[in-house]
Each structure stands twice: as C-alpha cells, then as structure tokens.
C-alpha cells in the first residue's frame, strides 16, 4: 500500500521570501503522479503542480517548484516570493499512472501555511 | 470553461436520516472521484466512477454508496447518518481514460453537518 507523509504540521514564512514544504512517500509503484494541491480557508482544493514520475526534470508552475527525488521518496514543494493569497494547507498526494489504475488520490495529512506580512 | 460544482454546499441532517449529494464534473471528463475530508481522518477515498460505472471504493461501510448518469454527473448517498459522518465532502473530475488515470480537479465541497 502506498503511504504519504508530511512531517511539518505548520508552517510561517514572511511575504516574498522562500519556503520549502516537505513530503515523503512509500510505494512499489514505478509509474506514478505525484501532486501538490493548496486548500485555502475557502475549502477550495486548488492543484498547484504535477509531478509525473517517469520524467527527471523537476516540475515548475511560475513561483512553484518541485524537487523530486525519485530514489529518495521525497517531492518538496519550494514557493519563491510568498504572497499573502498563499496562506493555505498544503497537501501532498500520490496516484498511480498505469495498470488498472483508478482515479485514487492518497494524501497526505497537509502542512498550514501562514504567509506574514 | 465551468468547473466541478457541488449542491448544496451546507447541509445539516440528523441522525438517522439519509442524505444524497450531488456533483457535476467539468464539461469533457467522466471520471468522478468522492472524498471524505474530517479533521481526524484527513483526506479519504471514497470512490470513483468512470462511464457510469464504480471503479474501485475506498474502505467504507455500505451506507456510503453513489452513482454516475450517462452525462458523468455523480450523486453520493448517506444513509442511516452517524454523527461521524459529519464531514467535508470532496467531488473531483478528471478526463477519465481507461487504464490510466489524470489529474483530479476539485469542486468547493459540501459541509455535512450530522446532530
């Protein structure tokens, strides 16, 4: 079975600095999705980046980033220039790509972030 | 282009009764997947339908059922409420290809509340 864990429970940063959120993940799995999704206190949960386990390069989505260390078990999440709007749980979250896959999220149990101004 | 919306968004039930929720994916997908999101639990599958069809169920007990119509709009349904059962509950949509899976788009949720 296919674990994740987030081992920072909270998290505060002060605006336009960096962060780094960290996520670590158990499988045998060698085709796989991994994901970055944000909840803010809306309860809207917003994809924020896509790792696809078969390509090396790192993912980037503007001031979002991923270090994927496929060998490791280990996908942080690195947000540059934090903004206020990025206050929000982060979750961590694994699917399998390929044999009878189903649409199955496994998530993590989220870091809160809180963006100072 | 719309996203995945969810009715109603709050609702309050007591114990004992039934609930039924529903949700409309984005316009092109028709895989439908449900969570159950609780402070205690975290974030839970519950269970995914692809062509009006469930693919695979999470570990629940038989009150949390659902379904899918031939347009992919999905309804979940709660009977015989516990208060355990109160929680968030999480629709998300993906293109849905058989075989392999895609990345999951969220609605805003629906609040069940159980007295």
Known sequence: AQTVTQSQPEMSVQEAETVTLSCTYDTSENNYYLFWYKQPPSRQMILVIRQEAYKQQNATENRFSVNFQKAAKSF????????????????????KRYGGATNKLIFGTGTLLAVQP | KAGVTQTPRYLIKTRGQQVTLSC???????SVSWYQQTPGQGLQFLFEYFSETQRNKGNFPGRFSGRQFSNSRSEMNVSTLELGDSALYLCASSFGTSGVTDTQYFGPGTRLTVL
């Open chain 2, 24 to 30: 409309s994916p984005i316009s092109g997908h028709r």
């Open chain 1, 76 to 95: 942080s999440l690195k947000i540059s220039d934090s903004q206020l709007g990025d206050t929000a749980m982060y979750f961590c979250a694994f699917m």
